[in-house]
């Protein structure tokens, strides 16, 4: 089974579309070849923006918040991609340990850890779900919106493994994208960590995966005979930066008129009457933090107390030192 959009066209296909969908076969093809010279995710969610002209993702979330917003007609291909992944990367798990962000409040968060522990279960797995929060000592059941529950467990850590009270788990999930750093907890244990700790925002940067993605963007370009700018955002990077001290600001100011610049040439290219715009966000964090929206050098440098500190802290009141200056990318789809 593969799922298809349920919405129809309305109107002739963009050419960037039809490109795409010409070269069906031998994209088919290129992947197939991929996944079997590289290892995949355990699970990922991409943003993904589509102007028409362009079509690019803007963001690559390895540790995804959104399983409750997955269409329960599809809960079959969800549950059969979570076997193939847990036989690919833990074939021998029965027992899987899920440990998810700290937010007891947002109730969307906890609905998607609830879908994403059903999903796992469905395929034979026993899942028990352990907390980072300190404040939890005892399990601790919390109500969904809709009827549901969810059992959050504190972690017991003994010698180079980790699991709960009476369950020792073969494998761990993480949920948790580690923005506040590696608990000591989870650092040296046997058990296979998916995703591994190297990959949470304690590790990773936006620039350095974007910076990849440029390589796989200009192969994949080159081999259906496209300019790779349509799939792939512009992008710069700079570092330390302090919104509160206003230190680096000249310095990004510069970097966002040279990539506005940069952008303005394609546009003309393209004969595209939109202005350019960058989105300046945190190299490191997630959660819609440390991110705005800038068309201009001056939206920098005349940024107000308000807005320098929205900027200056992400999640878990992380200091932001890095950003990332991401190419925009507009969007004509809308949901009713």
């Given amino acids: 089974?593969?799922?298809?959009?349920?919405?129809?066209?309305?109107?002739?296909?963009?050419?960037?579309?039809?490109?795409?969908?010409?070269?069906?076969?031998?994209?088919e093809h290129w992947f197939r070849q991929q996944w079997q010279e590289q290892s995949a995710p355990f699970y990922t969610s991409v943003d993904i923006r589509n102007a028409g002209f362009k079509v690019a993702p803007v963001d690559t979330n390895l540790f995804p918040g959104g399983f409750n917003n997955l269409n329960p007609a599809f809960m079959?291909?969800?549950?059969?991609?979570?076997?193939?992944?847990?036989?690919?990367?833990?074939?021998?798990?029965?027992?899987?340990?899920?440990?998810?962000?700290?937010?007891?409040?947002?109730?969307?968060?906890?609905?998607?850890?609830?879908?994403?522990?059903?999903?796992?279960?469905?395929?034979?797995?026993?899942?028990?779900?352990?907390?980072?929060?300190?404040?939890?000592?005892?399990?601790?059941?919390?109500?969904?919106?809709?009827?549901?529950?969810?059992?959050?467990?504190?972690?017991?850590?003994?010698?180079?493994r980790?699991?709960?009270?009476?369950?020792?788990?073969?494998?761990?999930?993480?949920?948790?994208?580690?923005?506040?750093?590696?608990?000591?907890i989870l650092k040296g244990i046997e058990q296979t960590i998916m995703p591994p700790l190297h990959a949470g925002w304690a590790t990773r940067r936006k620039s350095l995966h974007f910076k990849a993605y440029q390589h796989v963007a200009s192969e994949f370009a080159r081999l259906v005979g496209i300019d790779p700018w349509l799939i792939d955002p512009y992008f710069d990077h700079c570092g330390k930066i302090d919104?509160?001290?206003?230190?680096?600001?000249?310095?990004?100011?510069?970097?966002?008129?040279?990539?506005?610049?940069?952008?303005?040439?394609?546009?003309?290219?393209?004969?595209?009457?939109?202005?350019?715009?960058?989105?300046?966000?945190?190299?490191?964090?997630?959660?819609?933090?440390?991110?705005?929206?800038?068309?201009?050098?001056d939206d920098v440098r005349e940024l107000n107390r308000k807005q320098r500190n929205k900027m200056a802290v992400g999640k878990e009141g992380m200091d932001i030192s890095e950003v990332l200056i991401q190419e925009g990318v507009y969007t004509f789809e809308s949901i009713n």
């Avoid at 009476?166 to 923005?179: E, I, T």
């Fill in 162 to 184: 980790i699991g709960l009270e009476g369950f020792d788990p073969c494998a761990v999930l993480l949920n948790n994208d580690l923005s506040a750093g590696v608990p000591d």
């Fill in 243 to 297: 919104f509160h001290q206003r230190q680096g600001e000249d310095c990004l100011a510069e970097k966002v008129g040279k990539l506005l610049a940069k952008i303005q040439l394609k546009y003309t290219e393209y004969g595209i009457d939109q202005p350019p715009f960058v989105i300046v966000k945190a190299d490191a964090g997630t959660y819609g933090m440390g991110i705005m929206t800038v068309k201009s050098p």
């Fill in 1 to 27: 089974m593969v799922p298809y959009l349920t919405t129809a066209l309305t109107g002739p296909l963009l050419e960037l579309e039809k490109r795409l969908l010409d070269a069906q076969p031998t994209i």
């Fill in 76 to 160: 079959s291909l969800s549950i059969h991609a979570a076997m193939g992944a847990v036989e690919k990367i833990c074939p021998d798990a029965q027992r899987l340990l899920l440990i998810p962000e700290n937010h007891t409040r947002n109730t969307f968060y906890l609905q998607n850890v609830a879908v994403l522990a059903h999903i796992l279960r469905q395929t034979g797995l026993i899942v028990r779900i352990g907390t980072l929060i300190p404040e939890i000592t005892q399990p601790t059941t919390l109500e969904l919106p809709g009827g549901g529950r969810l059992t959050l467990e504190p972690l017991i850590r003994k010698g180079d």
